[in-house]
């Protein structure tokens, strides 16, 4: 089954288990890859070299990481320093323009870039370690195990984890990227935990893993040695839209207010924005770049991702 | 060897595992060394669930299994794979796809002979390999889609006897195999017999079961309906269930009509009496007193078969 | 001459180029005549029973021509064979069992795809019911969605549907193959039956299992990799066949009576050839037993008997 | 059937639970005493913070055991009392919040159930139409990957700022006062106008993406194929797939409402539009804890109520689910 790149990535699995393509078992059928489609590695590099949407994806992705790197020692300006011209357009001295304060725009966009790509890699990184481990226990070991952790994954899925993030955020009074990060990770995790629960449930079917059990591999072997590699594109993607996620999940927190009180977000810019009258006085460049950046930050990734979709899952592909 | 004593497997289904759903029950028999036992069911005969109850990939819910007289449930787990291992029916799901195929050699190794020198596991491996009729060459080092049905399911059968095993459990091991290669593959079960083990050879297909078994039990809906001696039960179907399998079975020379009306004119006793309440005047009479789950009796010596209407309350 | 296939090619496109799945086939079906299709699985049987009806988005068209009924069938046009499909040629596919919308009551669902091609889908509605029971359903699965069914039961919906414009061809591709036995003898005997009533007037019974069409076949067709390799009435395939190919297949059939400890069948060595990049002449060359130099000639599909037609240089 | 609604009742239940729990646990057990942090950031006298403090501790009760506390947390929420707002002192939380539901359900509604039967059309039309699926696709990515309050900032500085065609906040022409007049309405309307486009564009992304990736996978299915096998023409072969393809559509509405809430709030934000989201950045910037809470349990509430109403939708257009429940299959 496909990840689908919807927001909030309903999760596959919902449908997955039915929609997975059952394994060939008339003879004369193709023997069809089964759940996680593994290609040989060689097929798999030769489309994604050769899909335009992975190698614009990757290219975007990967110029504004490079700028978040290189921005700030380029223009080493503090971007919290009031020094510059007040509301000035971008100019050769200050490229994206001053804010109100006399800010350099510039500056705030390249170390906001950091801490998104920060609260990416966290965030999406945690939730993707918390729904991979609770997927994977969950599918694997099944009845008494997975209907518990099922449950906590459906309460966690349905609560509307910002509004509870925004409670959360106003309560403590020192915020850090890292504890933003944390939060976010440990409340987007669901979808993802039901969806790798299904992939594992189908994979756990199938006979190797009851051969490696007559191998006598310990559980934990078999789960991390057997089953995890054969999802290893899936747990990428699902890594891919984590991110994208937590990017914008950060974003939504930073904009009304509660992100990180220390340094700068691409979240906050937008919110000093709005909240001193860019839009009236019409000082479209300290607004447009930190949306324009997030959008084509998590919009890269998206497209990546359906670019990689279509490769594991050669029935999306057109021939 | 191996002893099965009124197993029962019972599937929780439904919403909070409302509902029970007996795959197996009450089935009682066994496998002797240097015996081929065919357990022969279509789907949903719980055929299969057998096979991973004895390779302990679910559990019994009633009854026990033993091997050598001790509960397979409390040999160590290592221990019992040593002697006793499967092979399934899908070769190409039988491997993880991401692995060269000699992967599963590698588990063995890694768990049971962690401190062989090299030199020694290659042969061992190469002895494995003769047995089964393969060419390390031709087999070693590649991937499982770059070799056939019919390699891969011999490949499996060698890494369990990398094991010095006793018994092998071979679920449908050839049904996904062309028929220009199953049979060599069916005849290393022979083989495997006449060095002695002990094989539980589940199949759907009577006739592959009538090729290579000793003994022959019949599947029907978790119970057993017939059992006895292959040439026995083939000989003389007495279950009504069994006739109407063996009267289905497609043939190459023979005409389903044909067998039909054979078995009508040969088969004995006579289909409209039961034969087993037949010997059990005591249990006859109104549905009441018919137990649910008649057990087996023996209708000649080494053939034994259950009531003739298992389901039909009070029919006899 | 009810249909004529000549030289027909199909390839499938992969990365790695043309897989040649069809490369000329010439065959004919005779009015009234069930031609069966054998072979190993990647033989090209199944994509003959698709080139004839819809070509998959992989297949591409090579060469050849199709005459059904006098006509020339346009399969290499997907547009223009809308108007044979259903009414003239038609197709029981191999996922049967997932062929029906889950979502569509069934009975619905046939109306739905009549009304689509413009027939009056109230006043068949009679005949619907009768052929429902005429392959022994009762009515009722029409108010059912699919999988309220079984397999069996599907399998005969699903036959039923495809033939309900009374075609002149159709196309059974392995509908035996997921079933029971039981549910097998069945569903063939019903491909008889309907054949008899007229309803349908030809039909390629595509499986790899022989003995279905000893059962049900008028002549059988066996095809090797790619190729046609004989061609003849059922008994001199099955008693007489002359081809190396299908007399090592014939001999490596087990069938109940049958046994390993009496008489060791044996498989046939070696694998079918990779269809990328065929061998040069005889694709069965490199595991025939009679093979010589000749061989690398391509052997002609000739008439060696009346009716009875064979592609090998060793038969005359 | 009656089993199956028990089941979600009962996970929703828990879930409300939950929540509620969580909502009475974070001012309670956050690291640092935020009941303090809360008050210093206040920046009273100290005499007033004294006093202030002393308020907060009797107004969540600390001083009681925590038994009782959380007793009384439930009890107080049985009876519509979630406590006076600090911002609008004495104002009580559930008027201020019960004032403000309507603006935000009038964006939201029609936004989510717009975008998603738009969302679903276009992306079944552009499914399996190449020049479209190239070039109408990412755009589709683009949207979904835009934050809400950005594309409200684009368009408000757009239609807003530079065109001055539509207003740029508030929701209704401060200048009046509301009377079921024309002019009233078209003054909503306008204002309604801007946050109602930047919400529904970015769904409407979302869900033409899902519905052309599961058109895709159902015109690949089987059924589709023997159709198209028996002649059925493209017509009848859609209309299948659309109607299979758009159940885990509604799956992905249930699913996806927390996050568009929290989208919705966001735009209000940018829009001024005095919607809960507002609410939201009001309480947050007056410190007016009770207000947050007591919003944080309007919203869960809501959501786990559409859900409840979207299970008892899937139930109603699956009919597997239904033979399933019978236990037939």
Redesign the interface.
Known sequence: MSITTQRPAPAPGDHGEAALPAPATAPDGATGPGVAPMRPRREVLYFALRDKRILFGAAVVLFFLILSIVGPVLDPTDPTAFDGPTGAPPSAEFWFGTTTFGEDVFAQFVNGLQATFLVGLLGGGLAALVGISIGFVAGYRGGIVDEFLSMITNIVLVIPTLVVLVVIAAFLSARGVVVEAAFVGLTSWPWAARAIRSQTFSLRAREFVDLANMSGLPTWKVIFREIAPNMGSYLFMTFILLFGGAVLIAATLDFIGLGPTEGISLGLMMNNAVLWSALQLGMWWWFIPPGLGITAIVGALYVMNVGLDEIFNPKLREM | MLTLDHVSKIYKVGTFGGTDLAAVKDVSFSVDAGQVVSLIGESGSGKTTIGRMILRLTQATRGTITFDGQDVAKLPRRGYYRLVQGVFQDPFSSYNPIFKADHVFGMIRSVYFRGMPNAEWDARVEAALEAVGLDPDQVLHKYPHQLSGGQLQRLLIARALLLDIRMLVADEIISMLDASTRIDVLNLLGDLKARGLGILFITHDLSLGYYSSQRTLILLRGQIVEMGATEKVYGNPTHPYTKMLIASVPLLHKKWRQVEQELETTAAPAADACTYHALQPELRGDGASAPARPALVEVEEDHFVGCIRPYVKGAC | MSLQVNDLRVYY?T?AGDVRALDGVTFSIAEGEIMGLAG????G??TLGKAL??F???MRYVGGDVVLDDEPLPIMDSDA???????SV??I???AM????????IGKMIA??LE??GEDAAAMRPEIERRIELVGLQRDVLDR?P??LS?GMKQRV?MV??TLLNPSLLIAD?IT??L???T??AV??TLIEFRDRQLVRTMIV?T?????L??VADTITVMYAGKLAEKAATDVI??APKHPYTR???S??????????DK?????PG?PPQLLDPPLGCRFQARCPLADAQCREEPPFVEVEPAHFVACWKVS | MRQYFARKLAIYLVTFFVAVTIDWMIPRFMPGDPVQGMVSRMSLEPEAANRMMGFFLGAFGLDKPIWEQYLNFWVALAHGDLGISVWQFPTPVLNIILSAVPYTLALLIPAILLSWVAGNQFGAWVARRKRLDNTVLPVGYILTATPYMWLGILIAWGLGSVLRVLPLSGAFNYSMSPTLTWEFFLSVYTHWLMPFLSLFLVMFGGWAIGMRNMIIYELESDYAHWLEALGAPQSLVRRYAFRNAVLPQVTGLALSLGVVVAGALVTEVVFSYPGLGYLVLQAIQNEDYFLLQGIFLFVIIGVLVANFLIDIAYVVVDPRTRVGMQGRA
């Not at chain 3, 190993?40 to 033989?43: L, T, W």
């Not at chain 3, 490596?252 to 400890?261: F, I, K, N, T, W």
Request: charged share 25%; aromatic share 8%.
């Open positions: 496109r990365l190993e699985s990647g033989c049987k199944s009806t819809h998959d988005s992989r064979m809308d108007e044979f499909r259903f009414w038609s197709i596919p191999q996922y997932s062929a029906m919308n889950p979502t569509r009551k739905d795809l689509s091609r969605y999988i309220e397999g699903v549907i495809a392995e193959s997921a029971d036995v039981s097998q003898k063939a005997e595509i790899h299992d022989m003995s279905i000893a059962q099955i008693g090592l297949l014939i490596s059939l087990p069938e109940v009576g049958v046994r390993y400890a060791r069948l044996t498989g046939i694998n």
